[in-house]
């Protein structure tokens, strides 16, 4: 769906190019957004009577409008309020992802302003903050799950396919929007995803949920019980099955998919002391045929020293195996790393340290693409230290870096400086300068194709120094949001270059640099008790080059595919005690390389609580397009509306 006319929600609407011969016109559109806002004002009016009654909003706190109190922790490794956090952090709370009727990590990832989402097939998604949100460059995003990341060291990214959780377990999810190597190592470079899930003494009791629809079908089952006196249990088990995406025509592509998960989490404390022991094992097939597979435990022991002292220690194991006809690839990881947090006088402190075995296997019987050897092990060690300084009683100095170093790709250090200044009791304003990197990939190094491609032993990090300042702060006594700004300059970053400068064949190296820079904002706004509106803006502007005498073969892929704009807007509406209704809208920018049209999307949730136990829901997803697509090259799988009715039932 092309925009090229103003978009208007009423009245006369934008003019679309008619590339994929969509069945609506802009005028049908335009009528569906009217009727559904037009409706739920209808709703609204004859929700007051039964709506709690409108209290004097000019008693709630930006913490009550916006849920800024909450205690994140990525900022820093130690728990702070969001209200102080100098960096651009987003969370998305449980209440948001049940609210939204999202029954994936990746689509609740869409909740958040300061991401790009965008899905490529039905089973395959790329995620990024500050650009590059293609396949083969969102590579920059370091994504943590319970402290164990699921960066792939060998794709060098994210395969979101295999990093699931059932979302009715999630706690929140902390979305940072720019670097975060001084305290979680390379490939933090344009942002950091931590997802939090729930304690075993939350989810206490059983736990059932179903979903069904005309595209993806999910269930869900979970029971907690007590462990002992001082502890807590919970097992689950999750089937999922998502339809095909189509072509332009609507003809279905046959990439339909499905898979299952199960595990267990316990929770137990003694005096001064808190252990978790968890695990995960999956196995999701693909109908194209091949499948991805895998499993992770990990334990966690934190020790309490004292009011602001404490020390924590953590290892996992990972395993991921992806099967595909002619091709497997898998990474095995043991992690192992500690941290103390203490205070004294002024100055606020975290350091700790890791050390990290990766053993990968690539072996390729479909084409001539191969690894110099198909199985190797990295060695990776790391130290860090970030020290929060109070200067004054409303002004805070944080000082970090963090070294870190790979028998791979030998050693790399990450400083950073944050500058936080409480203006008032209402107004937090943040500074901060950070350099990131992305350490290279066997793939970027040792990757060949006789006559075509030769490896590149000598491809170095892709580098970024980052500048940003922000604001998060109550506007008035209903409403409240963040701002941030930020320049981010890169150097080092990857291209496909030919290896004699003129001639095939080609080889990976750093031909590329240059700037990006842009604007996130997002907030607040409390119409009364029982409505409220979320905002959310999302601009940015590249300017990325070849260095002299470079050539990219392969058309600055690299560089990603990024729309210029996104914007959002969610309204979330309490219709009384028992029924909430819940819409989004979210406007995305055109991408350019290559060209794919910028499209409206339209979701809304109805939920029904029939019982303090029961609950029911209607939903619907991409409700103004039959199909659209979102990403990928030429020519794109496309996107199908979905709709759904769900049940969940505690017991």
């Given at each position: 769906?092309k925009?090229?006319g103003?978009?208007?929600v009423?009245?006369?609407?934008?003019?679309?190019?008619?590339r994929h011969?969509?069945?609506?016109?802009?005028?049908?559109?335009?009528?569906i957004?009217?009727?559904?806002?037009?409706?739920?004002?209808t709703?609204?009016?004859?929700?007051v009577?039964?709506?709690?009654?409108?209290?004097?909003?000019?008693?709630?706190?930006?913490e009550?409008?916006?849920?800024?109190?909450?205690?994140?922790?990525?900022?820093s490794?130690?728990?702070?309020?969001?209200?102080?956090?100098?960096?651009?952090?987003?969370?998305?709370?449980?209440d948001?992802?049940?609210?939204a009727?999202?029954?994936?990590l990746?689509?609740?990832?869409?909740?958040?302003?300061n991401?790009?989402v965008?899905?490529?097939?039905?089973?395959?998604?790329?995620v990024?903050?500050?650009?590059?949100?293609?396949?083969e460059?969102?590579?920059?995003?370091?994504?943590?799950?319970?402290?164990?990341?699921?960066?792939?060291?060998?794709?060098?990214?994210?395969?979101w396919d295999?990093?699931?959780?059932?979302?009715?377990?999630?706690?929140?999810?902390?979305?940072?929007?720019?670097?975060?190597?001084?305290?979680?190592?390379?490939?933090?470079?344009?942002?950091?995803?931590n997802?939090?899930?729930?304690?075993?003494?939350?989810?206490r009791g059983?736990?059932?949920?179903?979903?069904?629809?005309?595209?993806?079908?999910?269930g869900?089952?979970?029971?907690g019980g007590a462990?002992?006196s001082?502890?807590?249990?919970?097992?689950?088990?999750?089937?999922?099955?998502d339809?095909?995406?189509?072509?332009?025509?609507?003809?279905s592509?046959g990439?339909?998919?499905?898979?299952?998960?199960?595990?267990?989490?316990?929770?137990?404390?003694?005096?001064?002391?808190?252990?978790?022991?968890?695990?995960?094992?999956?196995?999701?097939?693909?109908h194209?045929?091949?499948?991805?597979?895998?499993?992770?435990a990990?334990?966690?022991?934190?020790?309490?020293?004292?009011?602001?002292?404490?020390?924590?220690v953590?290892?996992?194991?990972d395993?991921?195996?992806?099967v595909?006809p002619g091709?497997?690839?898998?990474?095995?990881?043991?992690?192992?790393?500690a941290?103390?947090?203490?205070?004294?006088?002024?100055?606020?402190?975290v350091?700790?340290?890791?050390?990290?075995?990766?053993?990968?296997?690539?072996?390729?019987?479909?084409?001539?693409?191969?690894?110099?050897k198909?199985?190797?092990?990295?060695?990776?060690g790391?130290v860090?230290?970030?020290?929060?300084?109070?200067?004054?009683?409303?002004?805070?100095?944080?000082l970090?870096?963090?070294?870190?170093?790979s028998?791979?790709?030998?050693?790399?250090?990450?400083?950073?400086?944050?500058?936080?200044?409480?203006?008032?009791d209402?107004?937090?304003l943040?500074?901060?300068?950070?350099?990131?990197?992305?350490?290279?990939?066997?793939i970027?190094?040792?990757?060949?194709?006789?006559?075509?491609?030769?490896?590149?032993p000598?491809?170095?990090?892709?580098?970024?120094i980052?500048?940003?300042?922000?604001?998060?702060?109550?506007?008035?006594?209903?409403?409240?949001?963040?701002l941030?700004?930020?320049?981010?300059?890169?150097?080092?970053?990857?291209?496909?270059s030919?290896?004699?400068?003129?001639?095939?064949?080609?080889?990976?190296?750093?031909?590329?640099?240059?700037?990006?820079?842009?604007?996130?904002?997002?907030?607040?706004?409390?119409?009364?008790?029982w409505?409220?509106?979320?905002?959310?803006?999302?601009?940015?502007?590249?300017?990325?080059?070849?260095?002299?005498?470079?050539?990219?073969?392969?058309?600055?892929?690299?560089?990603g595919?990024d729309?210029?704009?996104?914007?959002?807007l969610?309204?979330?509406?309490?219709?009384?005690?028992?029924v909430?209704?819940d819409?989004g809208?979210r406007?995305?920018?055109?991408?350019?390389?290559?060209?794919?049209?910028?499209?409206?999307s339209l979701?809304?949730?109805v939920?029904?609580?029939?019982?303090?136990?029961v609950e029911?829901?209607?939903a619907?997803f991409?409700?103004?397009?039959?199909?659209?697509?979102?990403t990928?090259?030429a020519?794109?799988?496309?996107?199908?509306?979905?709709v759904?009715?769900?049940?969940?039932w505690?017991?």
């Amino acid at each position: 769906m092309k925009v090229t006319g103003t978009p208007r929600v009423c009245g006369r609407g934008p003019t679309y190019s008619n590339r994929h011969v969509r069945a609506r016109t802009s005028a049908a559109r335009a009528a569906i957004v009217c009727a559904l806002i037009a409706g739920t004002l209808t709703i609204a009016r004859s929700a007051v009577a039964a709506a709690p009654s409108i209290e004097d909003l000019s008693r709630l706190s930006i913490e009550e409008l916006s849920a800024i109190d909450l205690q994140v922790t990525s900022v820093s490794r130690r728990p702070e309020p969001l209200s102080k956090a100098p960096a651009a952090i987003y969370v998305i709370t449980q209440d948001d992802i049940r609210r939204a009727g999202v029954t994936s990590l990746t689509e609740a990832l869409r909740l958040a302003p300061n991401l790009e989402v965008a899905q490529l097939n039905a089973s395959t998604y790329t995620v990024s903050a500050r650009g590059f949100n293609r396949f083969e460059a969102a590579n920059k995003l370091q994504v943590l799950i319970d402290g164990r990341t699921v960066y792939n060291p060998l794709h060098a990214g994210v395969f979101w396919d295999v990093a699931n959780v059932m979302v009715e377990d999630i706690d929140r999810i902390e979305v940072i929007s720019g670097p975060g190597g001084a305290l979680w190592g390379t490939n933090a470079v344009n942002g950091v995803i931590n997802v939090v899930t729930k304690g075993a003494e939350a989810t206490r009791g059983g736990l059932a949920s179903a979903q069904i629809g005309n595209v993806n079908r999910n269930g869900a089952l979970r029971y907690g019980g007590a462990l002992g006196s001082n502890g807590a249990y919970r097992v689950y088990g999750m089937t999922f099955a998502d339809g095909h995406t189509v072509n332009a025509n609507g003809t279905s592509l046959g990439d339909d998919w499905y898979g299952s998960q199960g595990g267990f989490r316990t929770d137990w404390k003694t005096d001064g002391n808190a252990f978790t022991v968890q695990g995960d094992v999956f196995n999701n097939p693909f109908h194209t045929g091949g499948q991805a597979r895998g499993g992770n435990a990990l334990a966690r022991w934190t020790h309490t020293l004292g009011a602001a002292s404490s020390v924590e220690v953590q290892t996992y194991y990972d395993k991921t195996e992806r099967v595909t006809p002619g091709v497997v690839d898998a990474v095995e990881t043991g992690d192992l790393q500690a941290q103390h947090t203490f205070a004294t006088g002024a100055h606020k402190v975290v350091w700790g340290g890791g050390y990290r075995v990766q053993t990968d296997r690539f072996s390729n019987t479909l084409n001539g693409f191969a690894l110099n050897k198909e199985r190797d092990t990295t060695y990776i060690g790391n130290v860090f230290a970030q020290d929060t300084i109070a200067l004054d009683s409303d002004l805070a100095l944080t000082l970090g870096t963090k070294l870190e170093h790979s028998t791979f790709s030998g050693t790399e250090y990450m400083p950073e400086a944050r500058l936080g200044w409480s203006v008032t009791d209402d107004d937090f304003l943040w500074g901060a300068v950070s350099r990131a990197v992305r350490t290279p990939s066997r793939i970027d190094r040792e990757l060949q194709f006789p006559g075509l491609l030769l490896p590149a032993p000598s491809f170095d990090s892709e580098k970024l120094i980052a500048y940003e300042i922000g604001h998060r702060g109550r506007l008035s006594p209903r409403a409240s949001g963040t701002l941030a700004l930020y320049y981010h300059d890169y150097d080092d970053l990857r291209t496909t270059s030919l290896a004699n400068g003129s001639t095939f064949p080609v080889q990976l190296q750093n031909g590329m640099e240059g700037s990006t820079y842009g604007l996130e904002a997002w907030g607040d706004y409390a119409l009364t008790s029982w409505w409220r509106l979320s905002p959310g803006l999302n601009v940015i502007k590249k300017h990325l080059h070849l260095k002299p005498g470079q050539t990219d073969t392969s058309n600055r892929q690299a560089a990603g595919n990024d729309p210029e704009y996104q914007a959002s807007l969610r309204s979330s509406m309490d219709l009384g005690r028992d029924v909430e209704f819940d819409i989004g809208i979210r406007a995305v920018d055109q991408l350019s390389n290559p060209s794919i049209p910028s499209y409206y999307s339209l979701d809304t949730r109805v939920g029904w609580t029939v019982t303090p136990g029961v609950e029911l829901s209607l939903a619907g997803f991409n409700l103004l397009d039959s199909h659209h697509p979102e990403t990928g090259p030429a020519p794109q799988a496309e996107i199908r509306r979905t709709v759904y009715v769900g049940t969940r039932w505690r017991f």
